[in-house]
């Protein structure tokens, strides 16, 4: 059974910092891509930062050089460090595993962790 758990998330002031982390179980760690996704109320999931399988990262347009995404293979935990954060950064925030193989495509998703930028 595959799992995907994240933690970190809570209310944190505008300016302020935050460190999500997502342990994976039941998948090849290692060999997936990790992403965290964001659901504001009312708007579209979108990607927020990614890091395959070799270590190359992206990140959506909004977070690049605020936001961090890393991963610790030997802990099947992939990281997300957001530094200056914003009130438009507040979402829930959902972490990913992908892998596409010539067997079918895999995608895994958490239950999400809430994240509040307020004053």
């Known amino acids: 059974q595959v799992q995907l758990v994240e933690s970190g998330g809570g209310l944190v002031q505008p300016g302020g910092s935050l460190r999500l982390s997502c342990a994976a179980s039941g998948i090849a760690f290692s060999i997936y891509t990790m992403g965290w996704y964001r659901q504001a109320p009312k708007k579209q999931r979108e990607l927020v930062a990614s890091?395959?399988?070799?270590?190359?990262?992206n990140y959506g347009d909004s977070m690049k050089g605020r936001f961090t995404i890393s991963k610790d293979n030997a802990k099947n935990t992939v990281f997300l460090q957001m530094n200056s954060l914003k009130p438009e950064d507040t979402a829930v925030y959902y972490c990913?595993?992908?892998?596409?193989?010539?067997?079918?495509?895999?995608?895994?998703w958490g239950q999400g962790t809430q994240v509040t930028v307020s004053s």
């Open positions: 890091v395959t399988s070799d270590g190359s990262t």
């Open positions: 990913h595993a992908y892998r596409d193989t010539i067997l079918g495509t895999y995608n895994y």
